[in-house]
């Protein structure tokens, strides 16, 4: 089991910042993906960022310029560091770990996720 725990959202005005923290914990594989996901209600699920298994990072259309993902490992933390937000960047957002046990099948953790809500 993973166990996933996420903080930093909250209430921001257009163009400042957020800085969303994400602490994992439990058997994470030493082969993995980790990123976060944010989802409006009514709406599908969607990725933001995240660390391909191969450590590369992809990131939302959306977000490029102004959101950047990092990770300190000997934490097993990732960070999201939102920049230059817009009332659209509001979602509640989750944290997201893929542990692979074969190289194509994994099985998802999530965090209880987090709101941030971007408004005047």
């Known amino acids: 089991q993973v166990q996933l725990v996420e903080s930093g959202g909250g209430l921001v005005q257009p163009g400042g910042s957020l800085r969303l923290s994400c602490a994992a914990s439990?058997?994470?594989?030493?082969?993995?993906?980790m990123g976060w996901y944010r989802q409006d209600p009514g709406k599908q699920r969607e990725l933001v960022a995240r660390?391909?298994?191969?450590?590369?990072?992809d990131y939302a259309d959306s977000v490029k310029g102004r959101f950047a993902i990092s990770r300190d490992n000997a934490k097993n933390t990732i960070y999201l560091q939102m920049n230059a937000l817009k009332p659209e960047d509001t979602a509640v957002y989750y944290c997201?770990?893929?542990?692979?046990?074969?190289?194509?099948?994994?099985?998802?953790?999530w965090g209880q996720g987090t709101q941030v809500t971007v408004s005047s």
């Open positions: 997201n770990v893929k542990n692979y046990y074969t190289i194509i099948k994994f099985t998802d953790y």
């Open positions: 660390f391909t298994r191969s450590g590369t990072t």
């Open positions: 439990g058997s994470i594989f030493s082969i993995n993906a």
